[in-house]
């Protein structure tokens, strides 16, 4: 079974930075797209940066230049850097990971969802 451990996140003053990040665990044979999304009350789940297997990234207009996304292909694993943060970048922040997994099969599952409070 794969599985998305997420680590990261907690309590932070404006303006201030945290990192999350995200590793990829089980049988894999091939990780494809990963990235952030997240989610405010009352609202939808939106994308926050996404990063191909080649290292391409793509940002939610209100993170761009802000955040920025890496990743280790070699621990399956990437890392959301966040600064400047605002009060409006609180929400529970969900990984991704697309891919196959040892059977063939492919996937697409979300991690379990870790809170990040800016507090104004």
């Known amino acids: 079974q794969v599985q998305l451990v997420e680590s990261g996140g907690g309590l932070v003053q404006t303006g201030g930075s945290l990192s999350l990040s995200c590793a990829a665990s089980g049988s894999i044979l091939r990780l494809n797209a990963m990235g952030w999304y997240r989610q405010a009350p009352g609202k939808q789940r939106d994308l926050v940066a996404g990063?191909?297997?080649?290292?391409?990234?793509k940002f939610g207009d209100s993170v761009e230049g802000r955040f920025s996304l890496s990743r280790d292909n070699g621990k399956n694993s990437i890392t959301l850097q966040m600064s400047s943060l605002k009060p409006e970048d609180t929400a529970v922040y969900y990984c991704?990971?697309?891919?196959?997994?040892?059977?063939?099969?492919?996937?697409?599952?979300w991690g379990q969802g870790t809170q990040v409070t800016v507090s104004s």
């Open positions: 990063i191909s297997s080649d290292g391409r990234t």
């Open positions: 991704r990971g697309e891919g196959f997994d040892g059977d063939y099969q492919p996937f697409g599952l």
